[in-house]
């Protein structure tokens, strides 16, 4: 699970995410506007603040090719 940043248009509209592997590495964009929740995210990558891995559903998948280095 993703903690997320959205990014809006000058319109208010949802432009684009960044990902983040924790609220505290959330808050630390500038963007930050309060707790999103916890939001699925189809495949993996890094968390923007600290790089650490956030599993998306792909790694449910193929949790051995995908997530065997989680949390080292």
Do not use: K, R
Request: overall charge negative; proline content about 1%.
């Amino acid at each position: 699970m993703a903690h997320v940043v959205c990014i809006e248009d000058e319109n208010g509209d949802v432009v684009d995410h960044t990902v983040y592997c924790s609220d505290f590495c959330a808050q630390q964009d500038e963007g930050y506007d309060g707790w999103a929740g916890c939001i699925e995210i189809s495949s993996h990558e890094d968390c923007a603040g600290c790089e650490e891995h956030v599993c998306g559903l792909d790694c449910f998948e193929n949790p051995e090719e995908i997530c065997t280095n989680q949390g080292e």
